[in-house]
């Protein structure tokens, strides 16, 4: 059995050693969590690849277009894709991050942005496909997105004539 003076001089080592440690501990959880912050958006850029060009692995895409913010309207309900493949497109959408998440983790709201002029412009084709980047301030880019479902490109027939009639 340990005498009183032993008892003392082990609940004081115990004391002193335990202080360091627990700093130590608390110090190391709160450091990388109060540096991190993520970039503010500024702007989007969507990427139109080739049938069999894999932007996964690097391959080039055949036109890029800058979508400012301005162009962007967030917020929006989610509505079914039509299977197959989409002739002459006008919208490009993508999940909206603010928006809150279904019981998957996914959002639930989209982003929009009319590109129809981006993509009329791509020569007429099928199997387009497209990805996008977000960009931030200093140069910051993130990764590229899925690719998009397929799409083709194609000419538009004149419009109908209106107002036929004769004349004597």
């Known amino acids: 059995m340990l005498g009183t003076q032993a008892r003392r001089a082990v609940a004081l080592i115990r004391s002193h050693m335990l202080k360091p440690f627990l700093t130590v501990v608390l110090l ?22 080739l049938t069999g060009v894999d932007p996964q692995a690097g391959g080039q895409p055949l036109q890029v277009s800058a979508v ?65 980047t977000a960009l931030a301030a200093g140069g910051l880019v993130s990764a590229r997105s899925n690719t998009s479902g397929p799409f083709a490109v194609s000419q538009l027939p004149p419009a109908a004539r209106t107002g036929l009639g004769v004349r004597p």
């Open 28 to 49: 190391a959880l709160a450091s990388p969590v109060a540096a991190q912050t993520v970039a503010t958006i500024t702007s989007y850029e969507i990427q139109a690849y």
């Open 68 to 132: 400012p913010l301005a162009v962007v309207t967030c917020d929006q309900a989610i509505t079914a894709t039509p299977p197959g493949t989409i002739v002459n497109p006008r919208f490009v959408v993508w999940h909206d991050a603010s928006s809150p998440l279904d019981v998957n983790g996914v959002p639930t709201r989209l982003c929009q942005a009319d590109r129809s002029a981006f993509m009329l412009a791509l020569p007429v084709g099928t199997g387009y496909r497209l990805t996008i």
